[in-house]
């Protein structure tokens, strides 16, 4: 299968996503991974579920409550106890999600191991979003050339 960003995909700062990941305590990668999924729902067949995308928001975002809850009230032993696993389940989800993003954007791009535009499963775990953007903007160089 032949590259198919254009028209899926569009080219986007790798640096500013790196600044809103860092910014936002990491948001912006849910946002991120939510803007890819519709993109690839919308132009694709290859879907990711709308009820998995808003359980895994729902998910990091109480995850996110909860950790933001006990840095401001570390004399609270119990949300300790809750934050941890809250937060086990939503990183799975977390995980599950970019795995989903980085298989569908790998079959898009007709790449497998060993191609310029294959996505690593190794740095896409440390850089996740900000990965697939410089990917995503590689394709889309390579297509207009």
Known sequence: ?????????????????????????????????????????????????????????????????SLLYALVNPHDPVILNYLIGIHIISSAFDITWIIKVRNRINIIAGSSKGDKLWLNPFITSIFHVIYMQYKINQGLMKSAS
């Open 1 to 65: 299968m032949k590259n198919k960003f254009v028209g899926i995909f569009e080219v986007d700062s790798v640096v500013k996503a790196l600044a809103l990941c860092i910014l936002t305590i990491g948001s912006y990668l849910i946002y991120k991974l939510y803007r890819l999924s519709t993109q690839i729902n919308k132009n694709t067949n290859l879907k990711i579920s709308t009820l998995f995308m808003m359980t895994t928001i729902i998910l990091f975002s109480i995850s996110l409550a």
